[in-house]
C-alpha cells in the first residue's frame, strides 16, 4: 500500500482576475466554472486518486494566516477532513512552502508520496486526472520525481515547457532532458511541430523524503532556514505556524528555480507524465472565457446578463443587471463595489489596476463590499460623514471577540436568528426585531446561541469608522 499525502499551494491573490480575485479573498477560493470553487476542486480531485494500492490522507494545505479559516470551511462545505494548515506569515514563495509540507508529511515517523498541486488551476476531465497522477505516484514510490506535464495544443508564450528525451512517447512516464524558459512565439510555434514538448503545470508527485534530499543537495540554504522554522513551530489544533522571525529569512525560491530545473542529468531521477484533462491555470480574464460555455456569438455570461449585437464577450455580473449592445471581443466584470471593462487582448494588463489601486491604498485592492471572517460575514451597504451601515452574518454557534471601539458606537438590529449580546456588564439576549446600543469605549461582544445563521443591521456613528478601530480583548479564533 502506497501512502499519498495531497499538497496543495493555496497562496497568491490573483490580481489578473480582479476585482472578484483581491488579496482577502483571492482567485483559489472564487468559484468560475461551476459550483465549488478551484480551491475545492482541487481538493476533490486530490481526495478522489484512491485505487488499490494508495492510501489517500487528508490534504495538507499550505497558505497564510489571513485565509486559514477560509480554507477550512470550504473544506467543510464539500465534507473534506483537513490534515493541517500550515500558515505562512510571509510569502517566500513554493520551494519553502513545499518543504514545510515535506517536514509536516514526515513528522509522524511516514515518508509519503506527496502529490503537489496549486490550488488555482481547472481540470475537466477528473477521471483522465486521476489516470495520469496514479502513474505518477507509483513512479514516485520508486524515487523518482515526477512531473505532470499538460499537453500543448496551441503554441503558448505564457507557459515555461518540459522536453522529454523520447518525443515519439504515449502515455506512459519519460524521462525529462531539459526545462525550458516560456518562448516566443516563433520558438513555441517549433515545439509544437517538433513534438515532445509539454507545458509545465507546476504540479509535482514526489517522496517527501527525495524532495529534502534534493533541495539539500541543490539548495541547502532554503533547507537550512526552513528547518529552523519548522522547528520554531506553534499548533493551535489543525493550524500550524512556523517561527515567523525564522521563516522570514528563508531565501524566496520557486520549485522550478531550486530543484526541478538542476535535476536533468543529476543523481536525480526526474521523470514527466502526460496530462491530457482540459488543463487550464486561469490566469487572466481571457482564459477564463476560453473556457467557459459559450452562445452562438461566442459570448460567456455568468449572472444576469443581456447581449445584443455582441461578439466574443465574457460578462461575470455579480450584483445586478448588466447589458451589452453592439459590443465585441470585451470583457467586463462585475461587483458590487467595482466594475471592470478591458479588451480581450488586454488581460494581463489587468494587474497595472490592482498596482494602481495599491499604490492609492484603495480598499478595493484587498477587500470586497462583502468581507469574510472565521465568525461569518459582513456587508457594507452604505457610509457617509460619520456613519456606516453594515449587514453582518454570524453563524450558529460562532461569536466576534470581545472588543471596544475608541471612535464609534454601534446600533444593533437583529434581523433573523438570535443574538447573545454582552454590553459592558450585562448579557441579554435579543431576537428579531429588537435592537440594542453599544455606547463608544464600552467593551462589547455579538454571538449566535442559536442553530440558525444571526442576521444583525449595524449602524455605526463616530469621528472614525475604519477596521483597524478594534481592540480585542479575548478571540475565538486567536487574533490580536
Not at 528525451?165 to 525550458?180: E, I, L, P, T
Not at 531550486?258 to 487550464?280: N, Q, T
Not at 487572466?284 to 464577450?313: C, F, M, Q, R, Y
Not at 446600543?437 to 449595524?458: C, D, Q
Amino acid at each position: 500500500m502506497i501512502k499519498v499525502t495531497p499538497v496543495i499551494l493555496c497562496g497568491g491573490s490573483g490580481t489578473r482576475l480582479w476585482p472578484l480575485s483581491r488579496a482577502g479573498f483571492p482567485k483559489q477560493f472564487l468559484c468560475l466554472n461551476g459550483q465549488e470553487s478551484l480551491f475545492q476542486q482541487a481538493a476533490q480531485r486530490l481526495s478522489n486518486l484512491g485505487d488499490v494500492d494508495l492510501k489517500i490522507a487528508s490534504p495538507l494545505i499550505v497558505t497564510g494566516e489571513d485565509h486559514r479559516f477560509l480554507a477550512a470551511e470550504q473544506l467543510r462545505e464539500v465534507d473534506i477532513e483537513l490534515g493541517a494548515a500550515l500558515l505562512e506569515p510571509i510569502g517566500r514563495n513554493t520551494a519553502p512552502a513545499l518543504t514545510l509540507a515535506a517536514l509536516a508529511a514526515m513528522a509522524s515517523g511516514d515518508d509519503p508520496v506527496l502529490v503537489v498541486t496549486p490550488a488555482d488551476q481547472m481540470v475537466t476531465d477528473a477521471v483522465a486526472f486521476a489516470s495520469a497522477t496514479q502513474s505518477a505516484i507509483r513512479e514516485a514510490a520508486n524515487e523518482a520525481i515526477v512531473i505532470l506535464g499538460v499537453t500543448p495544443d496551441r503554441p503558448e508564450t505564457g507557459y515555461g515547457y518540459i522536453q522529454i528525451h523520447n518525443a515519439n512517447a504515449n502515455g506512459s512516464a519519460q524521462v525529462v532532458k531539459r526545462f525550458v524558459e516560456k518562448p516566443d512565439e516563433e520558438t513555441a510555434e517549433s515545439y509544437l511541430i517538433e513534438g515532445g514538448y509539454y507545458w509545465n503545470a507546476g504540479m509535482f508527485v514526489l517522496k517527501a523524503s527525495v524532495w529534502l534530499k534534493a533541495l539539500e543537495q541543490f539548495r541547502s540554504d532554503i533547507l537550512d532556514a526552513t528547518y529552523l522554522a519548522w522547528t520554531q513551530r506553534t499548533v493551535d489544533a489543525q493550524f500550524i505556524r512556523p517561527g515567523r522571525g525564522e521563516f522570514a529569512k528563508i531565501p524566496s525560491d520557486s520549485v522550478d528555480y531550486a530543484v526541478m530545473e538542476r535535476c536533468p542529468g543529476s543523481r536525480f531521477d526526474i521523470k514527466m507524465v502526460p496530462l491530457d484533462a482540459g488543463w487550464s491555470d486561469l490566469g487572466a480574464w481571457d482564459a477564463v472565457w476560453k473556457v467557459l460555455p459559450k452562445d452562438e456569438s461566442g459570448n460567456a455570461h455568468v449572472g444576469d446578463v443581456l447581449a445584443i449585437d455582441s461578439h466574443n464577450t465574457l460578462v461575470h455580473a455579480t450584483s445586478r443587471l448588466v447589458s451589452l449592445v453592439g459590443i465585441d471581443d470585451v470583457i467586463v466584470v462585475e461587483t458590487p463595489d467595482a466594475v471592470l471593462v478591458v479588451n480581450q487582448s488586454r488581460s494581463q494588463d489587468v494587474k497595472r489596476v490592482v498596482n494602481a489601486l495599491g499604490q492609492k491604498k484603495r480598499e478595493e485592492y484587498a477587500l470586497h463590499r462583502k468581507v469574510h471572517r472565521p465568525w461569518g460575514w459582513y456587508d457594507s451597504l452604505d457610509e457617509g460623514g460619520r456613519f456606516k451601515v453594515k449587514r453582518i452574518q454570524v453563524k450558529p454557534k460562532a461569536s466576534l471577540s470581545l472588543q471596544k471601539h475608541h471612535h464609534r458606537a454601534e446600533h444593533w438590529i437583529v434581523v433573523k436568528g438570535t443574538a447573545e449580546i454582552t454590553n459592558g456588564d450585562n448579557v441579554i439576549l435579543l431576537t428579531e426585531n429588537q435592537s440594542t446600543y453599544i455606547p463608544l469605549g464600552e467593551v462589547h461582544r455579538l454571538a449566535n446561541p442559536g442553530t440558525i445563521p444571526l442576521e444583525i443591521i449595524e449602524v455605526q456613528s463616530g469621528s472614525y469608522l475604519g477596521e483597524d478601530d478594534i481592540v480585542r480583548f479575548e478571540d475565538t479564533y486567536g487574533r490580536q
